[in-house]
């Protein structure tokens, strides 16, 4: 729309703009300044004004008067304006005006409706109002400011018959700038503003006392009682629109899909994602994005930092948003963001956005030559502090850790900005070990974890219901799985914390999407899309003979800590102890020197020596190769300490990689120390030299005892030269892995395969192999993705465009760092050539060639298996294997997926990838349902102010019992559930989950009566007003609290104080306890002034009457009063 002058000629009449301008999505704020008004004009525009209340906008008009009404009116004192003339008009309406009326009744902001979006005002103060000539329309919203000015009252006239002259201002800055005292023009708004500041309301007036006596205001009204009451289908639509009617605005929808460039599909799915995280965010500061892998996180990711920042002003925070995402997933978001910006460059979303990139593990591992695999990342990079309204991490579930550095870093970050951005975390996998994982995500934005305002959490209390749960969860692991009852113990335990934190937390937080959730929820989408069926695990079998069985055994035996009950033998177990230098030093103060933060040097040794472990299991369970490498570079770096100790000369140098240094000298000790002691110089810090004599007699000793552990396997393993598993591999490749009958047999892309595995020794096995047998393969490790990344997507990527794809490759063998966030899916049939302990690494790696834009019908898996055949070898493999699980578990990783020992059947891997539904999914689908085909219906129920709403069921049930929703003044709905029985009551706040569940009937079902039980409902409010309570309690202060305590223990152990008193007196510790500072300020003022405060049991009864009043009274002016919205009842029927 272009400025333009209006004049109500045909092409130009002043409704037509008006119409546009009211209908445009993002307009939210309508200000009309005319000097006389009238309904006819009103309704011009009905359908539109109805849309934009719908979707919450808000119209501010001003009414003055015109030069001859003021003259009229100076000579007839009875005829006031504008209260007479626009009378004399409504009464003589018709009753085709009764649309309009309603719908200004409905809206208009009156007492009895303080909520209301349409707010009159008459220009002027007191009785005599002034004159005002000048008509002005207003629209602004979200990138919208727009404003015309001219001759037109807002009447039907002046819309579209009178000769008029308007203009049409388009620029933004025009209509929108504030005024200062060094500004040279006015806006629009600006006039408008100090025009609505001299004026008087005068909605309510004009509904009370002149539109519903009206003879239309009385048809309304009629109108009203008779409409049909709500059932109690309606009631349970209602309670679904409180809890998801943003999701289902189809004008939201419509802003969305204007954001997305037009070569991407519109799938509703996104769209509901991105509308339901905005709302949890709102409510809860963020949200956990749980999308299982495959369905286009990081595009619902890119469309909500859109509407955030067109919406970030209205939200109090700045248009600025961090990335924290691993290296690898990096160019997706860059990419992505650049395809919405290329179609939109006036609002750029690029220019708004920071990265910061999760690093590897660093300086810890430096002398580890193979660490793809160590799951222990640690640093982020250099985060400068911003002021960011929006912090977006992907694959969060890498922040699970609240003791490492980088989540310390993100932590603190958030915590430095005013106001505290919001946070976005995006993990298809939020819990891979246990509930402190989730805890420690979410705590990222509910940053009072012991006054969360999560309204399922008792008393707020966040942090203890997640240390309750880990407890339980602890219990779990700890219950023996050999039996048939211990596995069904623990699994029950499971199965309670599970439910316990999905119905306290996790329904509030979590938006989730699953392939299930598509296809049963979302059948437009599922057309555009492709999900292919999960095939396998297909077994490739491979068996050991007695004497690799053995060695096999041994291995694990001494790499692996002792087992429950077992000591440790320094002739069976590897003692790690080339990492455990700084804990074997005599002088304490040298032990300080290398503590680090809150990290003590037994700590970094047991850290030093699990990430060993980890590394040399994983080598082991990889290939052979691998395992022998890594135990090679271990006897080497074993050997450099004793080398040192024996010269007398040990470094302890944290920056300096010493057996690298070590290795170069080729046993010239004198050059290798001055080669270290050069670079100590130059680097200081804590790279020191120490004597021999600096450390415990024993540490060499120990040392020598791993060594010739060490020694011994290295023997043993170099003559052993057969890897079973490897020659399985190369047996496979050709009939089995690119077998054409599976492997992309539509011939939409040419056959490709995709390998997995965590060691850089295997991946360069398997790259010889592959060649060997004719094939183009591609290598991907830490070390080369960023520069390869170009090559991955125009191979792999079934999104490449069509230009850009290539055939250079037709396998890629790659370790964990593709495993996230990476599109393969141009091939169908994944190796998992090291079985991946973790279930989180086998979702995300099939996840990988499981995606949007999947051609085949099928996605092949393949695993390797031990033969089952017999003998007593399968025995050793089978205990084996037994001790690598409880390694597993000792170090927090989930059960095995599927070990080596045991099968996954076809259908549970299915279900696996395919996720289960979402609970909330059939609910959603239901009101959207109910929209689409009830329109009308719909809409009237969402008009109903949810006040008292509900009725009581009759069915064949023993006992009464009641489900009533109140809220407050802080908008969180909260459910208690009363059953009433005839021994006793019982009241229980539960979760909105469970209020759909009990709410929801059949579309005919009919109350028996509306009269809403007097003592269920008392009994209901005050398990209502308990549990708000804990919020006020929870977060006073709890300094004095101590004090306090002790004064109150010291009255009652007076004499002269009765036991009804000392009743009395437990009460008020209670009071106490919960942190009530009026009540501990009392306490303390006895203490300090020695006054008579409990000289007498008046005395306390007043203080105890106070001190419950006071409690009340601060919940009530904190959280605003208590409203019954929503209640349903059944009674028994004999």
């Known amino acids: 729309m272009a400025n333009a002058l209006i004049d109500n000629s045909e092409q130009f009449k002043l409704v037509k703009y008006i119409k546009e301008l009211v209908s445009r999505p993002d307009c939210n704020h309508i200000m009309i300044a005319t000097g006389y008004w009238d309904l006819p004009g009103t309704a011009l525009v009905y359908e539109e004004l109805k849309d934009f209340f719908s979707r919450g906008g808000k119209l501010d008009l001003l009414i003055g008067q015109e ?31 009764k649309p309009i009326g309603k719908l200004i009744i409905d809206n208009a902001l009156t007492e009895e409706n303080p909520d209301g979006k349409f707010e009159i005002r008459v220009y002027g103060q007191g009785e005599h109002k002034e004159f005002l000539h000048a008509k002005c329309y207003i629209f602004l919203g979200n990138g919208l400011g727009t404003g015309i000015i001219g001759s037109s009252n807002f ?59 009206s003879p239309i205001g009385v048809e309304i009204e009629k109108d009203n009682e008779t409409e049909n009451p709500l059932t109690p289908y309606d009631v349970y639509i209602k309670y679904l629109q409180l809890q998801f009617g943003d999701m289902v ?15 991407f599909n519109t799938l509703e799915y996104q769209l509901d994602a991105v509308k339901q995280c905005f709302s949890v965010m709102k409510r809860f500061g963020g949200f956990i994005l749980g999308d299982v892998v495959g369905l286009g996180k990081t595009v619902v990711g890119v469309l909500l930092i859109r509407h955030f920042l067109e919406n970030a002003e209205s939200l109090g925070r700045a248009r600025k948003v961090l990335i924290v995402t691993p290296p690898a997933i990096k160019k997706a978001w860059e990419k992505t963001i650049q395809d919405f910006d290329n179609d939109n460059p006036r609002n750029n979303i690029g220019l708004c956005v920071e990265f910061v990139t999760t690093g590897s593990i660093g300086k810890i591992t430096d002398e580890l030559e193979d660490v793809d695999d160590v ?73 009072t974890p012991n006054n969360s305002n999560l309204p399922n959490v008792e008393g707020g209390k966040l942090d203890s219901l997640f240390n309750a749960m880990e407890r339980r969860f602890k219990e779990a692991r700890a219950i023996s799985q050999d039996t048939d009852e211990g596995k069904i113990q623990a699994r029950t335990i499971v199965k309670e914390v599970s439910e316990k934190i999905r119905n306290s937390v996790l329904n509030d937080l979590v938006v989730r999407r699953t392939r299930t959730d598509i296809r049963n929820l979302y059948g437009e989408d599922a057309e555009l899309l492709k999900f292919p069926t999960v095939k396998g695990p297909h077994k490739l079998e491979y068996k050991m003979d007695e004497e690799l069985s053995k060695l096999f055994s041994d291995t694990v035996d001494a790499i692996c800590p002792p087992a429950l009950g077992e000591s440790f033998d320094p002739n069976k177990h590897i003692g790690f102890y080339r990492y455990a230098a700084i804990t074997h030093f005599v002088d304490e103060g040298n032990k300080k020197l290398y503590e680090k933060r809150n990290l003590t040097v037994d700590s970094i040794t047991q850290r030093l020596q699990r990430i060993m472990r980890i590394l040399l299991v994983k080598r082991l369970e990889s290939s052979l190769a691998a395992f022998k490498k890594t135990l090679e570079n271990l006897n080497r770096y074993n050997e450099v300490m004793i080398d040192m100790l024996q010269h007398d000369c040990v470094f302890i140098c944290p920056d300096i990689d010493v057996n690298k240094l070590h290795n170069e000298s080729k046993g010239n000790f004198a050059a290798f120390k001055t080669a270290v002691e050069t670079i100590i110089a130059r680097k200081g810090g804590n790279n020191r030299c120490f004597k021999s004599s600096d450390f415990k007699e024993s540490y060499l000793a120990d040392l020598q005892n791993d060594k010739l552990l060490i020694d011994s396997l290295l023997e043993r393993w170099r003559e052993n030269t057969e890897d079973p598993k490897f020659d399985r591999f190369k047996d496979a490749i050709n009939p089995e892995l690119f077998n054409p009958e599976i492997n992309n047999p539509s011939g939409a892309n040419k056959p490709r395969l995709v390998i997995f595995t965590e060691a850089i020794d295997t991946l360069k096995s398997l790259e010889r192999a592959l060649k060997a047998k004719g094939h183009k393969v591609l290598s991907i490790s830490a070390g080369n993705r960023t520069e390869r990344q170009e090559e991955i997507e125009a191979n792999f990527d079934a999104n490449c465009k069509p230009d850009k794809r290539r055939d250079d490759y037709d396998v890629i063998v790659t370790t964990e760092v593709l495993a996230e966030g990476v599109n393969l899916h141009r091939s169908n049939v994944i190796l998992n050539y090291d079985a991946p302990w973790n279930a989180t690494r086998l979702m995300q790696r099939i996840g990988r060639v499981n995606r949007i834009g999947s051609t085949e019908n099928f996605v092949h ?23 690598l699980q409880s390694f597993h578990e000792m170090f927090g990783e989930d059960n095995k997926v599927f070990s080596e020992r045991e099968e996954l059947v076809e259908h549970d891997l299915q279900h696996f990838v395919d996720g289960d539904e979402s609970p909330f999914g059939p609910f959603i689908k239901e009101l959207k349902a109910f929209r689409d085909n009830s329109s009308e219906r719909y809409d009237y129920i969402a008009s109903v102010d949810a006040n008292g709403l509900g009725g009581v069921l009759e069915i064949r049930d023993e006992n009464a019992h009641g489900i009533f929703v109140f809220t407050d003044d802080s908008q969180e709905l909260i459910s208690v559930d009363v059953e009433k029985t005839q021994e006793d009551t019982s009241s229980n706040i539960i979760s909105s989950l469970s209020t759909m569940q009990r ?8 109350f028996f009566n509306m009269q809403c039980d007097d003592t269920l409902a008392e009994i209901a409010k005050r398990a209502y007003q ?78 105890l009457d106070t001190a419950l009043s006071n409690l009340a009274h601060r919940a009530q002016a904190k959280r605003g009063d208590a409203k019954l919205v929503i209640y349903s009842e059944t009674k028994y029927n004999n």
């Open 155 to 213: 009447t039907a006239k002046g819309l579209q018959s009178n000769a008029e002259l308007n203009y049409l201002e388009e620029n933004s800055n025009c209509v929108t700038a504030d005024f200062t005292l060094y500004s040279n023009t006015k806006s629009h708004k600006a006039w408008f503003e100090e025009l609505w500041q001299n004026s008087e309301l005068w909605s309510g007036k004009f509904i009370k006392n002149i539109l519903k006596p």
């Open 375 to 447: 799951d222990d990342s640690d640093e982020i990079d250099n985060i400068e502090v911003g002021n960011y309204g929006l912090v977006l991490i992907d694959e969060s579930h890498n922040f699970r850790n609240s003791d490492t550095q980088k989540y310390k870093a993100i932590d603190d970050l958030i915590g430095i900005i005013n106001p505290t951005p919001y946070v976005a975390l995006l993990s298809a996998t939020p819990q891979n070990n246990s509930p402190k994982d989730l805890y420690n995500q979410i705590r990222l934005f509910q940053r």
């Open 861 to 883: 898996v393949f695993n390797f298996f031990p033969s089952d055949e017999g003998n007593s070898q399968i025995r050793l493999i089978e205990k084996a294997y037994a001790k």
């Open 67 to 97: 030069p001859q009404l003021q003259y009229y009116q100076a000579s007839r004192e009875a005829h006031q304006f504008p209260d007479f003339y626009i009378q004399r008009d409504v009464e003589s309406l018709t009753d085709e005006y």
């Open 1026 to 1103: 308990k549990h708000v309570a804990h919020y006020i309690t929870a977060a006073d202060s709890s300094r004095k609290s101590a004090n306090a305590l002790a004064v109150l223990s010291s009255l009652r152990s007076r004499s002269d104080v009765t036991q009804e008193s000392k009743k009395l007196l437990k009460q008020i510790e209670k009071l106490v306890r919960a942190k009530d500072n009026y009540v501990i300020k009392q306490v303390m003022r006895f203490e300090n002034y020695q006054g008579s405060l409990f000289g007498a049991n008046d005395d306390i009864n007043a203080l």
């Open 249 to 263: 605005d189809a004008n939201t929808s419509e802003i969305l899909k204007s954001y997305l460039p037009p070569s």
């Open 999 to 1006: 709410l929801k009937c059949e579309p005919d079902a009919e």
